[in-house]
């Protein structure tokens, strides 16, 4: 039951909202990623914050099939780890997805409420002070076991958050090139940075 489960929250998570409701220009053009912040680069503001709604609620929705059928906390932290796992790679798209913030904050507004609340506060600072997205999110996603830690103290979400943070960072690696190069994309008018 608990891979059944597993598969449902990497299915749940793979579902392509950036390529459904930006169109394939998302793919071809900023950053080509799959997620909000891109859709924001290439599309209106209305149908990026749409989708980074239906991307955190996918992350949730996985969470509540497995709380649903009264799965242990172990297996509920895994899958959501398999909705953040499917958004990542999926396999429709030849696993190349997005990066996975979103999808995770859902999962984890549902695991561990505080700590994600704490993670959206750190993600909020970090992007305010520097307008670079990729740093609040980064920031945001390797707080978040620590935050975990303190406030929920389940292992298992802990380990899942771990997890997630990796993976987060890991997708974000083509992000530290541009930081480091000083080409990063950065919000507000001047976003060539």
């Given at each position: 039951?608990?891979?059944?489960?597993?598969?449902?929250?990497?299915?749940l998570?793979?579902?392509?909202?950036a390529?459904?409701?930006?169109?394939?220009?998302?793919?071809?053009?900023?950053?080509?990623?799959?997620?909000?912040?891109?859709?924001?680069?290439?599309?209106?503001?209305?149908?990026?914050?749409?989708?980074?709604?239906?991307?955190?609620?996918?992350?949730?929705?996985?969470?509540?099939?497995?709380?649903?059928?009264?799965?242990?906390?172990?297996?509920?932290?895994?899958?959501?780890?398999?909705?953040?796992?499917?958004?990542?790679?999926?396999?429709?798209?030849?696993?190349?997805?997005?990066?996975?913030?979103?999808?995770?904050?859902?999962?984890?507004?549902?695991?561990?409420?505080?700590?994600?609340a704490?993670?959206?506060?750190?993600?909020?600072?970090?992007?305010?002070?520097t307008?670079?997205?990729?740093?609040g999110?980064m920031?945001?996603?390797?707080?978040?076991?620590?935050?975990?830690?303190?406030?929920?103290?389940?292992?298992?979400?802990?380990?899942?958050?771990?997890?997630?943070?990796?993976?987060?960072?890991?997708?974000?690696?083509?992000?530290?090139?541009?930081?480091r190069?000083?080409?990063?994309?950065?919000?507000?008018?001047?976003?060539?940075?």
């Open positions: 039951m608990t891979t059944t489960l597993v598969l449902v929250g990497y299915l998570g793979s579902i392509p909202f390529l459904l409701l930006g169109g394939a220009q998302v793919r071809r053009l900023g950053s080509g990623n799959l997620g909000a912040a891109n859709v924001l680069r290439v599309r209106r503001i209305s149908i990026a914050l749409t989708v980074l709604t239906l991307d955190v609620a996918k992350g949730c929705a996985a969470v509540l099939v497995a709380s649903g059928v009264n799965a242990s906390a172990t297996t509920t932290a895994a899958v959501g780890g398999g909705a953040i796992l499917g958004h990542v790679y999926p396999i429709w798209l030849r696993f190349k997805g997005g990066k996975g913030v979103a999808t995770t904050f859902g999962v984890f507004t549902l695991l561990s409420p505080l700590a994600a704490c993670a959206t506060g750190v993600f909020g600072v970090a992007v305010c002070t307008r670079y997205i990729s740093v999110s920031l945001a996603v390797v707080s978040l076991p620590g935050l975990v830690f303190v406030t929920n103290g389940d292992a298992s979400a802990i380990v899942s958050a771990v997890g997630a943070a990796g993976l987060v960072v890991f997708r974000h690696r083509s992000n530290l090139v541009r930081l190069a000083g080409s990063e994309h950065r919000l507000g008018p001047r976003a060539d940075g």
